[in-house]
């Protein structure tokens, strides 16, 4: 692709990014028409910025963020040698969202998506996933066959193998466990080897992301009237830890804004608002179901 044209693609790439945060945004505070999302709109000193969108005290959702960003400058020698690119320049967009609902019966939920360009390459990544507390299989069965269907309309080998990318990429190594249940996850998506052109992987990364709403939606409306009490609330902030320590371990958002000197409020946004750590505990009746969830299912299929 030709510079001019890969710059345009940059340009329209970053429009659908904010474009799309906006409409989850609207989407989500449809639910609870008491509470809005506050903007926090920020300039990157080595260049580019940001919208930062961040709800607290919710009646859906205890905490959340749906942030857009579109930066460039210089990357550190050691982490530009990791990347796909040449060079240590970079320009990078995206939209990247975390939910942490207030009812625990409603999953905490993460998604994002991205194009990221270093030096002559560029690429894609991406992807949603969906962590719950206590775990209904129906939902989980639904969330992964829109993203299924998002996928398969561009090609067939993407869901299977974006999904066991996202199975391998949310895991804990250190635990023994996943995190959640899964769902998408891809990088460093080209097209090359599926044979597929830069602007074919963006019209993927669009259907991907417009998957999103109607992925999440439709569990939040089943859930977040369910009663809950201090049992389900204790037991979420425990599973909340493990969030926590993927986010700060593994996660290539975090640890990527951190090389690039990144906002870091908007960085760490995606932590949860309370976390109890609990030693050697081990979960009984409803509880202990997700840690049996836990395990690599073929959701879509079933």
Request: some cysteine.
């Amino acid at each position: 692709m030709k510079d001019e044209d890969l710059t345009g693609l940059q340009r329209r790439a970053a429009a659908f990014f904010q474009d799309l945060q906006r409409r989850i945004i609207a989407g989500l505070e449809a639910f609870d028409p008491t509470t809005r999302f506050r903007l926090d709109r920020w300039e990157r000193p080595g260049g580019g910025g940001g919208d930062t969108c961040v709800i607290e005290g919710g009646a859906l959702l205890e905490k959340g963020g749906v942030n857009f960003s579109e930066v460039h400058g210089e990357l550190p020698a050691d982490f530009a040698a990791k990347l796909p690119g040449t060079g240590t320049g970079f320009w990078a967009a995206g939209v990247s969202l975390v939910l942490h609902p207030q009812n625990p019966y409603v999953p905490t939920v993460h998604a994002n998506f991205r194009m990221i360009r270093q030096g002559d390459k560029a690429w894609f990544g991406g992807g949603a996933d969906l962590t719950p507390y206590y775990p209904f299989e129906e939902d989980a069965r639904h969330f992964h066959r829109t993203l299924k269907a998002a996928c398969d309309a561009h090609h067939p080998d993407f869901y299977p193998r974006f999904k066991a990318q996202c199975d391998d990429y949310f895991y804990l190594p250190h635990r023994k466990e996943a995190r959640g249940l899964g769902g998408i996850f891809y990088d460093h998506l080209t097209g090359d080897a599926h044979g597929m052109d830069l602007e074919q992987v963006f019209a993927f990364a669009q259907t991907a992301g417009n998957a999103f709403l109607p992925a999440y939606a439709p569990i939040v409306q089943r859930r977040q009237g369910l009663d809950f009490g201090e049992r389900e609330r204790g037991w979420q902030a425990i599973r909340r830890g493990r969030y926590v320590e993927f986010n700060l371990m593994y996660d290539k958002g975090t640890l990527f804004g951190l090389r690039t000197s990144g906002r870091i409020e908007s960085i760490l946004m995606s932590l949860p608002p309370i976390v109890r750590y609990v030693y050697d505990h081990q979960p009984d009746g409803p509880e202990a179901k997700l840690l049996e969830a836990l395990v690599p299912r073929d959701w879509a299929a079933e």
